[in-house]
């Protein structure tokens, strides 16, 4: 397909911009079940309980909230079907936009089964680290969607200067390392989501030592990288990641106080989505009007 010949077509930008919030949102919702002791409110899956699909007055405001999660998984899954249809129907679409919503709405079907397992597992934390790591990587591959598709005249090439390429290319690896600690720490620490879920059982210290000192070093790294880029896409990820660090050293430093907990994850959702703005915006370069 001729570059030249790629149009926006707003309907499937609009479905991917409403599929990127849906995936930030459920992430504040999941953190939230966690958060209040409810992971276990629905004790068992598909269904809440084994007599009844929905909630029961048995089961309590634990029961609200974990249910209501799955509700609102399913109304992700949903919108990103419509993703998926509408890009489908858009005949001037780039190449890899198709795929790329497919495997987004694969993923959010995967992340109801490991949702599901996480349930059926009593809240092992290995599985509840790899729930919160896939939804990242949803909201980063949304991201690279939206930009594809609302400047689909864009393509690859690489920046000429290698300090930028180096710079902007190894911030994804650095943020993926803070955010494998980040589910190490949270897998060791006191909000489990139910008060006999079993942890990790790693020191909470050394972990969250290991944790400050990746995020340390990814602010460093974001902060050399738009010193170089210049960049209003840079800057806005510099400001989200001083705040993510200050959130979480507040947090540590307060005893880990619920709203401060869920505010620390959905930036940290935030931070992936700007990281992966940042790359591909450096990494596309619009050569046509889209």
């Given at each position: 397909m001729?570059?030249?010949?790629?149009?926006?077509?707003?309907?499937?930008?609009?479905?991917?911009?409403?599929?990127?919030?849906a995936n930030v949102l459920i992430v504040l919702t999941g953190a939230l079940v966690r958060l209040t002791g409810s992971g276990l409110g629905c004790p068992t899956w598909p269904s809440c309980t084994d007599d009844s699909f929905v909630t029961t007055p048995e089961m309590g405001v634990h029961g609200v909230v974990e249910f209501g999660n799955r509700v609102l998984g399913i109304v992700v899954g949903l919108i990103t079907l419509a993703l998926v249809v509408v890009v489908a129907r858009h005949r001037a679409r780039p190449p890899k936009a198709l795929p790329l919503a497919v495997g987004v709405l694969v993923g959010?079907?995967?992340?109801?089964?490991?949702?599901?397992?996480?349930?059926?597992?009593?809240?092992?934390?290995?599985?509840?680290?790899?729930h919160f790591l896939v939804s990242m990587v949803?909201?980063?591959?949304?991201?690279?969607?939206?930009?594809?598709?609302?400047?689909?005249?864009?393509?690859?090439?690489?920046?000429?200067n290698p300090r930028v390429r180096f710079g902007v290319g190894a911030l994804p690896v650095a943020l993926a390392a803070v955010m494998v600690l980040g589910v190490l720490v949270t897998g060791s620490g006191p909000h489990a989501g139910d008060e006999n879920?079993?942890?990790?059982?790693?020191?909470?210290?050394?972990?969250?030592s290991a944790h400050v000192l990746a995020v340390v070093f990814l602010g460093g790294?974001?902060?050399?990288?738009?010193?170089?880029?210049?960049?209003?896409?840079?800057?806005?990820?510099?400001?989200?990641?001083i705040a993510q660090g200050v959130i979480g050293s507040v947090q540590e430093a307060s005893a880990l106080p619920v709203p401060l907990v869920a505010a620390h994850v959905v930036t940290a959702a935030l931070v992936v989505a700007a990281t992966a703005h940042l790359v591909v915006r450096t990494f596309r370069v619009q050569?046509?009007?889209g």
């Open positions: 001729n570059a030249v010949r790629l149009t926006v077509h707003r309907p499937a930008h609009a479905a991917a911009v409403a599929a990127l919030v959010v079907g995967l992340q109801g089964l490991i949702g599901g397992l996480s349930v059926r597992r009593a809240l092992a934390p290995e599985i509840v680290a790899v949803l909201v980063a591959a949304l991201v690279v969607l939206v930009d594809l598709l609302g400047r689909p005249g864009a393509v690859l090439r690489a920046p000429a879920a079993r942890r990790f059982g790693f020191d909470p210290l050394d972990v969250t790294m974001v902060l050399g990288t738009a010193v170089l880029v210049r960049d209003v896409t840079a800057f806005a990820l510099l400001a989200l990641t050569v046509s009007p």
